[in-house]
């Protein structure tokens, strides 16, 4: 067992993950839960999509992770929205494709465990044409960047180019991307709404743990592949969590501008 590996999986389901957590507190300030009622519909609606996608992923999971990179290039563009052109798509789609230019072999074989193949090549190739797209995008809006958001692409930069693809990933998600969103709900919450979130995420991490104590307990049959296992419980579980995740944040955006 990759010791590496299982670190990374706790660090992306315990930091990373929690910033998903929040997405009750935002459909309670949008009006989607008033009640009890409306908030069984919409932990209801909200584990269907999960379910759907899992099953979508287990039917055609080549398909499904072609739209998995990209739709995380849309909800990865998202931390730049307004600070760079078409929903900061570009920022989404460099940070996303970096790993397969530093690191394609490693990537096409993540990718191979994602669709239960020994390889991907068409997805690994899609992933560094949306580096590329994202990288040319970025500089037609040079003019925008400033020093900061420049620094912080030589940063991931670097981390791209020194890491392996996984630990690249976790240094993103769980250092930059959940971290501004987290900021950024919390910065608009009344001090009592605060307190419940610290308590949803809380009761989160212990679920998490939870589930991953009696997985590991019933898991010893998959020794052999249980690195492969990983891989696939982060980014399906991760593809799974990100499609109601984005559909929400896209609704509330919109409630906030009619």
């Known amino acids: 067992m990759d010791l590496s590996l299982v670190l990374a999986s706790c660090l992306v389901s315990l930091v990373g993950l929690p910033h998903g957590a929040l997405d009750p507190m935002v459909a309670t300030r949008y009006g989607l839960i008033r009640d009890l009622p409306s908030s069984v519909w919409f932990l ?16 055609l999971p080549s398909l499904a992770l ?19 052109s078409f929903g900061g798509f570009g920022y989404g789609a460099f940070v996303l494709g970096l790993p397969a230019w530093t690191f394609p072999e490693q990537v096409e074989q993540i990718f191979g465990f994602l669709i239960f193949e020994n390889s991907a090549p068409i997805p690994t190739v899609l992933l560094q044409a949306l580096g590329l797209i994202g990288g040319f995008m970025l500089l037609a809006d040079r003019k925008k960047l400033s020093i900061l958001r ?14 392996e693809p996984l630990w690249y990933f976790v240094i993103y998600f769980c250092g930059f991307h959940s971290p501004r969103h987290l900021i950024a709900e919390f910065t608009t919450m009344k001090k009592e709404t ?6 949803v995420m ?20 998959y020794y052999e592949s249980i690195d492969i296992v990983l891989y696939q419980v982060i980014f399906i579980g991760l593809a799974a969590l990100t499609v109601p995740h984005m559909c929400l944040l896209e609704w509330a955006a919109r409630q906030r501008h009619e």
């Open 150 to 163: 420049l620094a912080e692409l030589s940063a991931l930069a670097l981390v791209a180019f020194a890491l």
């Open 194 to 199: 605060r307190f419940i979130a610290y308590i």
């Open 66 to 84: 072609v739209l998995f990179l990209l739709i995380s290039s849309l909800h990865f563009g998202r931390d730049w929205k307004y600070k760079v």
């Open 44 to 59: 209801t609606i909200y584990s269907t999509i999960v379910g759907l996608v899992i099953g979508f992923w287990l039917l």
């Open 202 to 221: 809380l009761l989160l991490t212990i679920v998490t743990l939870g589930v991953a104590a009696v997985s590991g307990a019933h898991i010893e049959k």
